[in-house]
């Protein structure tokens, strides 16, 4: 048997397990939110919108805030501008000469994750939330978010992201499909508490806990990825909500879209690395035997099945033409005498283009430089 044939198989049993899995789990437990009545008091609660020359997108993200149906006295909107080039710290100022609870915090550009560790450490609210400077939120959010936390062991509360309104090409109508089914899914893996994520859109913290585990990390490329790990580690609950809604905007093209992705599946996997411990550890409930080694086993078959096509569809036709070429002593002239049937652009342009490939792909993974944003 090929070994082709034996991954395919191993996928094959995979997935049917994993889709009988999800399946028991949406069946005994359902998909809805939990009822839960109205809170009995207003929390103080600190609101961070980490900006990057988000000039376009930052008033927009800043009025959703403004408009929450929540006591202004009871919360502060923290705009950390992370060194800004653009008009973002002006239109922030702007803003807060008219609102009082607006605060901008300016700092030289660390990335998001020093920007939210300052932002937590200048914060007065009992609960911390990060809003990214290009989403925006419902008004009734924390209304509808807050009253989780009567379980003193939920550390997180975290809305559905939506794709945002706007231009409604391919790979945006591709992400919305892929978004709802994303958050259908997270709201089982929330039921058995697997979430491994906490997104930068709205996630609702006890900021105790969050200095408790040790703040963001601040060289992480998935730095939100990274907190659910310490979360999970610390054995805290991440809940998954499905009628709390934040629109986010999201890539509208192929290096936007590569940029954000190569940044998530890179960040996902160095950080199962670095939390190999928890791969298979009982002490760790669910996430540690079905999540931590789902997003590992993903990854190998990824680079497995990626390196199957690659070798039946590039380097063995590539491999079959050199040997056929060895035979004549490789004198191209000859080739319309003897008549090769492998396509002659196999024989440069496609060797030409994997090296190049490889090369820019190794050139990445080999310097592994933070992307900040």
């Known amino acids: ?61 800043i009025d959703s805030l403004l408009n929450l149906n929540y006591p202004k006295d009871k919360y502060e909107i923290l705009v950390v501008n992370d060194g800004s080039t653009d008009k973002t710290k002006d239109i922030v100022l702007d803003l807060a000469k008219k609102h009082s609870i607006i605060n901008l915090i300016n700092q030289t550009n660390h990335g998001k994750g020093s920007a939210l560790n300052h932002a937590i450490r200048k ?127 999201t890539p509208q093209n192929m290096k936007q879209f590569y940029k954000q992705r190569n940044r998530w599946y890179k960040g996902s996997f160095s950080n199962v690395i670095n939390y190999r411990h928890m791969v298979f550890n009982r002490k760790y409930g669910e996430f540690g035997l079905l999540q931590m080694p789902m997003i590992l086993i993903s990854a190998f078959l990824s680079i497995i099945v990626f390196s199957i096509i690659g070798y039946y569809y590039f380097f063995k036709p590539i491999y079959k033409s050199i040997h056929n070429l060895s035979f004549i002593n490789f004198n191209i002239e000859k080739i319309s005498e003897i008549g090769f049937k492998t396509p002659l652009y196999y024989l440069f342009i496609y060797p030409l283009l994997v090296f190049f490939i490889w090369c820019i792909v190794l050139y990445q993974l080999l310097t592994g430089k933070k992307q900040r944003w």
């Open 1 to 61: 048997m090929e070994i082709s044939t034996i991954v395919i198989w191993v996928a094959y049993f995979i997935s049917l397990y994993l889709i009988t899995f999800w399946l028991l789990v949406f069946l005994e437990k359902g998909s809805k939110d939990l009822a839960k009545g109205p809170l009995t008091y207003f929390p103080f609660i600190s609101i961070t919108v980490p900006a990057y020359n988000e000039e376009k997108t930052i008033k927009k993200t």
């Open 123 to 249: 914060s007065k609210g009992e609960f911390f939330v990060c809003l990214d400077a290009d989403s925006t939120i419902e008004n009734d959010a924390l209304l509808k978010m807050l009253p989780h936390f009567d379980d003193p062991s939920v550390a997180a509360v975290l809305p559905r992201i939506k794709v945002a309104e706007g231009s409604s090409n391919f790979i945006r109508r591709l992400q919305w499909f892929e978004y709802t089914n994303t958050f259908f899914y997270k709201k089982l893996m929330s039921n058995i508490d697997c979430v491994h994520v906490t997104p930068g859109p709205f996630a609702l913290y006890k900021k105790d806990i969050l200095i408790k585990v040790g703040y963001f990390d601040e060289h992480n490329l998935t730095e939100d990825l990274e907190m659910a790990f310490k979360l999970q580690k610390s054995n805290y609950k991440i809940i998954q909500l499905l009628d709390v809604n934040v629109y986010t905007n």
